[in-house]
C-alpha cells in the first residue's frame, strides 16, 4: 500500500518466509532510516529500485529467494554501512556494480 511511504521512521522490517507477490513497492525508499530490511522466502518480483540508493544507514539487506529481475541498481554502492547483502536465488542479471567494491565491512 501506498501508506507505507509514511513510515518515516522505521529501522527495520521483517516480512520474511511469507507468500508475498507483486513489486516492492516505490513508496520504500522514504524510508530513510532503514537499517534491516529482510523480504527473504517471498514471491516479491519486478526490479530494486535506484532510489534505494539512499539507505545510506542500511546494514543488513536481504532478498533471498524471491523472484526479483533486472540488474542491481548502481546507487546501492552509496550503501558504506552494509555488512550483510543477499540477493541469492531471483532472476537478476547483469554484472555487479563496481559501486560495491567501496563496501568495506561487509561480511
Excluded at 534505494?52 to 546494514?59: D, F, K, N
Excluded at 526479483?68 to 552494509?82: D, F, H, K, M, Y
Excluded at 540477493?87 to 542479471?93: D, E, F, I, M, R
Amino acid at each position: 500500500p501506498t501508506e507505507i511511504g509514511a513510515w518515516t521512521r522505521v529501522d527495520m522490517f521483517f516480512a520474511y518466509n511469507n507468500a508475498l507477490r507483486g513489486t516492492l513497492p516505490t513508496e520504500i525508499v522514504a524510508w530513510r532510516q532503514i537499517r534491516e530490511f529482510y523480504v527473504q522466502n517471498n514471491a516479491v518480483s519486478g526490479t530494486l529500485p535506484s532510489e534505494i540508493g539512499a539507505w545510506t544507514q542500511i546494514r543488513y539487506f536481504d532478498v533471498y529467494s524471491n523472484a526479483l529481475s533486472g540488474t542491481l541498481p548502481t546507487e546501492i554502492g552509496a550503501w558504506t554501512q552494509i555488512r550483510y547483502f543477499d540477493v541469492y536465488s531471483n532472476a537478476l542479471s547483469g554484472t555487479l556494480p563496481t559501486e560495491m567494491g567501496a563496501w568495506t565491512l561487509i561480511i
